[in-house]
């Protein structure tokens, strides 16, 4: 019989089980339960709970742990035998966290199959709810944290990124700031990808590098807790933490409540969890130093694979333990998509016509114009003052299709050039990667080929993968992570785009200009 690897993604609106078969190296089922639709007792919007502050964002960690017995149940309507699953491996959410008393490693070993899960855990929260990571209600917790490590560049080097609203650290300070009992009541707190795995296994889960690199607590070159910032962050911190475990570590076998409830092989491996980023690194087959996948979502998003631990000194995006080993980068572009449609509608153009336009505009624009896509105030560079900005360009000439394009790859290629790694080929997914006009562009400027992916559930499908390399990796032979990705996380058939010949000189002089605009822009 072959077995079945599972993958689980909890994430911010649903949990996702992506199952899998690596022998025939195909996706068995991909199923999602949607938060709002199907719990809807937990009253989210979503998948979150506002307060009236809007800064406030938090989520019931009961839904969670209810979603995972409602689409295992679901999987076993539709005939698939769980039994067959070897070992489970789960992605969540970054920075969201979990508090739980005292009581919890024995409510976790001691699960009643006949009863649920909301009922059993209930009792040892020692917060209700959770923040999440769109809570940005910490910004003077990060002043506090920055302030005691020795300022912003300090706390980048030391943890991989600046102190973020949204990163657990500075909301674990503020919770011990604002409800000293809750955090007394605290005795474990875990982060959404060691809760899950936490109650799969029926015992507090260790945290892996990727995803301990997004609490501002974990000491990014050593991949394990830095004292200094935790005491920088909470009192009697250490106690309340797992340790920090590398990612393909099986945390034990499956606890008898899902072999009773949902009929799981007893011996069914349960590996430390990881961030959604970090496994969608996996799923995206980016298990190579140099690999890189540009999403073009809403925003547009730069995950860059690394070999050696590089942070950048500005701050610029974040740098997480990659679950193969490595490390990662994340730079987010806010004005992605968004930008581009600004542009469009502005042409009144459709993307057949924006398209149109880019093959209609010489490379570099020959050398006259440049854009800076400010329409909405940018995470990369930080740019508060909202506004695009145009050099010897007006905003109504079509060939603003191409220079939008253009200053959105020149800032991903200038802001990311801190990882000290040259793309050596880029996987294109996001909405946008539909446009080939687009990805041209992409090649050319990071000069590198462009392949295209069409990945829906690339977290859940990462996490498949994570368990297959622990699940063998636990039984002696740690097989290739190319070997473990091949077959699953691969580009569309034929959408190699490569930089066209005559292109490199043309993008090297306009970075240089570029910089210098941007530069000028960014100190008015
Ligand atoms: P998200 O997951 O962040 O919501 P998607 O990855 O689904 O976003 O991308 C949606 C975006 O893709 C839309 O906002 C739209 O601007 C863009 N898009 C869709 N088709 C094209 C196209 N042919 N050319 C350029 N952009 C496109
Ligand atoms: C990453 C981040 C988000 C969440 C979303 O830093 O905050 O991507 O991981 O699930």
Redesign the pocket.
Known sequence: MIRWFLGLDSSTQSLTASLIDPVERRIVAERSLNFDAELPHYGTRNGVLRADDPTVVHAPPLMWAEALDRLFARLRAEGLDLSRVAAIAVSGQQHGSVYLTAEAPAALAGLNPARGLPEQLRGVLARATSPIWMDSSTSAECEEITHALGGPERVARLTGSAAFERFTGPQIRKFWKTDPDGYARTAHIALVSSFIPSILAGRIAPIDPGDGAGMNLMDIARRDWSREALAATAPELARRLPPIVPSSTVVGPITPYFVARHGFDPAARVLVGSGDNPCSLVGLGLVRAGMVAI?????DTYFGSMGECRVSAEGEGHVFGSPTGGYMSLVCFKNG??A??KVRDRLGLD?AG?SRAIRATPPALGGRGLMLPWFDPEITPRVLRAGARYRELSPDDPVVCRAVVEGQMMAMRVHTRWMGVRPSCIHAT???S??AE?LQVMADVHRCPVHRFETTASAALGAALRAVHGGQADRGGAPAWEEVVRGFAEPVAGSRVDPGPDTAAAYDAMERAWREFEAAELAR
């Open positions: 999403s073009l979502g809403t925003s998509s968004l581009r449609e993307w924006f996001g909405g946008a539909a446009n687009i």
